[in-house]
């Protein structure tokens, strides 16, 4: 019995290392599950519309901020009087309009008086009573009120354009004036504030950044060999590097990826490398989890730290669900 119970223990070590060693190749090798994840969140990119000096800076780096919030103010000076220039356009192109609009009524009297006076020498023409060249004299008068009336309706239409353009202007004025606070378009925290006040800022340029609070999600990049075993709508657990564990669902899979073994080549041809490698690693993709809305602890999350995500629930290939 001495005998036989070492070579018992030693088979049964090499069992349970077999086992153990079966179940660690299935894991490593086949099981839904990724060191390589990252949280990520939406970043706003803020940039001023108007240039100018800044006159106020109103946050702080990292600090939250509300949506509407204040953030920074351009000097408005030279856009309080660009409005106050537009305005003043807009009185005189609508008094042009007005004046424009005058001509036309007197110049439709003086034409209509011009046609009855017409008519009348006409009549007396064909009585005889005046001369006919009395007549031609009324008829020209006619065209040339005609003419002038026309003349007038091409001012008047040249008046009402301007008066169109001065309130374009006068919008684009204001709007301009509006532009020099620059507010918070999404909730969140301002991160690495470089902006300082009396710095100043160019139409376009970026000013700060803003980490939309309500964006964070978690970006698992998976090995190819393992998505068969991942869905949309799988329960995933996700572990910070810092030790926070939270659950997670797959919202999404990407579907492509770059392939750095078709760079285009010559004439838009395949530029494939000559030489191939016997030794393939199985290409990642990106998963992006949603994170559970119930998570007591998103306010403590930081975009582009380290995580590991493991699929909890997943798909066969019969289509039914079944636990790691």
Known sequence: MKKIMPRLVTAAVVVL????GWFAWEHYTRAPWTRDARVRADVVTLSADVAGRIVSLAVQDNQHVEKGQLLLEIDPARYVLAVEHARRSVEVAKAALGQSEATIVASGALLRQRQSEERRRRTLKDRAAISGEEWEKSSTDVAVAQAELLRNQAILGLAQANVQLSIAALTQAELDLQRTRVEAPVTGYVTNLLTRQGDYATAGGALLALVDSDSFYVSGYFEETKLPRIEEGDRVRIELMSGETFGGTVKSIAFAIADRENLPGGR????????????????RVPVRIQIDADYA?????????????TVQENHTDAGTHNPL
């Open 17 to 20: 290392a077999f086992v153990l």
């Open 268 to 283: 838009l041809l395949a530029n494939i490398n000559p030489s191939y490698t016997w030794v393939k690693l199985a290409q």
């Open 297 to 309: 602890g998103k306010n403590r999350l930081r975009a582009g730290t380290t995580a590991t995500v």
